[in-house]
């Protein structure tokens, strides 16, 4: 899994809420981080892309292609409308979940 190098303070500090308690524990919270901070492989930035029609979503496209992902899987539209997008293959999570 990759992720790019700056979101693992802000997830810890989104997932630490206390309005998040209504839908899952701290402590369960906090397990999850644990687990993900174990798999996460840090992406450096170093090519940036310019080619989803909806510009916020770039930086996917920057962390999959630095990061050499083989697959990204992804709910949003404009990147599902990629498919394949400089050999990788970029699907809904109904579409993953159905090819394993």
Sequence with gaps: MDACSSPMPRCSNWLNRPKLNRYI?????QRFLRELSRIVEFVSIIQFVRECRDRKDDKFLDVALNGK????????????????????????????????
């Excluded at 524990?25 to 919270?29: A, I, P, Q, S, V």
């Excluded at 949003?76 to 159905?98: C, H, K, T, Y």
């Design 69 to 100: 992902a083989d697959l990204m899987i992804m709910g949003d539209e404009d990147l599902l409308a990629m498919d394949p997008w400089r050999g990788i293959q970029i699907l809904s999570p109904v579409e993953f979940l159905n090819s394993v």
């Design 25 to 29: 524990n701290l402590k369960e919270r």
